[in-house]
Antibody, heavy 125, light 107 residues
Framework: EVQLVESGGGLVKPGGSLRLSCAASGFSFSTYSMNWVRQAPGKGLEWVSYISSSSSYIYYADSVKGRFTISRDNAKNSLYLQMNSLRAEDTAVYYC??????????????????WGQGTLVTVSS | DIQMTQSPSTLSASVGDRVTITCRASQSFTNWLAWYQQKPGKAPKLLIYKASSLESGVPSRFSGSGSETEFTLTITSLQPDDVGTYYCQQYDSYPRTFGQGTKVEIK
């Protein structure tokens, strides 16, 4: 069974930092691309960042570029999101999500098939 | 960036009704579009991928269609368990973008 378990969320002051982790199990983590998606309270879904299976390709939403860093450790089956210079508008539930892999999608266009339960990040003074 | 616009924002229908949600894109793309269902307090769940392919285990009353800039999600016979918010998402290009969501309620 695929499991994605996020941790590391909490209350942080504006300008502060936080590191989110996602522990993956039930699948061959090193062969899948991963993403972070967030959802502000009462709002819709916002894609945050992508990392390919070998970390060769990384993308960010403009809203977090230069402040957030995505990384992974395939030996530990773990995905990370380092968040610096946090702002009130970063307050959200952060989901760790898996993308399917080819041949179930194209090499550049793969959909999200599994979501973690999310971890809440609150940025407030 | 490809902007995704869903309509309606809220939908109230009776059990057994046919329900349709529309997702319009600001520019045309291949059918790399997914639909997700989110129940209150839960993570989203994949329903449809590649615009019209039904994810394994999803009831057959859900279907997707469309291409280029207009896509639809249809529930042929609304059930109480279908209450929630539905999102479309394009995965044609980065940044990946979601529609703003359609909240489905039972009348």
């Amino acid at each position: 069974e695929v499991q994605l378990v996020e941790s590391g969320g909490g209350l942080v002051k504006p300008g502060g930092s936080l590191r989110l982790s996602c522990a993956a199990s039930g699948f061959s983590f090193s062969t899948y691309s991963m993403n972070w998606v967030r959802q502000a309270p009462g709002k819709g879904l916002e894609w945050v960042s992508y990392i390919s299976s070998s970390s060769s390709y990384i993308y960010y939403a403009d809203s977090v570029k230069g402040r957030f860093t995505i990384s992974r450790d395939n030996a530990k089956n773990s995905l990370y999101l380092q968040m610096n210079s946090l702002r009130a508008e970063d307050t959200a539930v952060y989901y760790c999500v898996r993308e399917v892999s080819p041949p179930y999608c194209s090499s550049t266009s793969c959909y999200i098939d599994y979501w973690g339960q999310g971890t809440l990040v609150t940025v407030s003074s | 960036d490809i902007q995704m616009t869903q309509s309606p924002s809220t939908l109230s229908a009776s059990v057994g009704d046919r329900v349709t949600i529309t997702c319009r894109a600001s520019q045309s793309f291949t059918n790399w579009l997914a639909w997700y269902q989110q129940k209150p307090g839960k993570a989203p769940k994949l329903l449809i991928y590649k615009a019209s392919s039904l994810e394994s285990g999803v009831p057959s009353r859900f279907s997707g269609s469309g291409s280029e800039t207009e896509f639809t999600l249809t529930i042929t016979s609304l059930q109480p368990d279908d209450v929630g918010t539905y999102y479309c998402q394009q995965y044609d290009s980065y940044p990946r973008t979601f529609g703003q969501g359609t909240k489905v309620e039972i009348k």
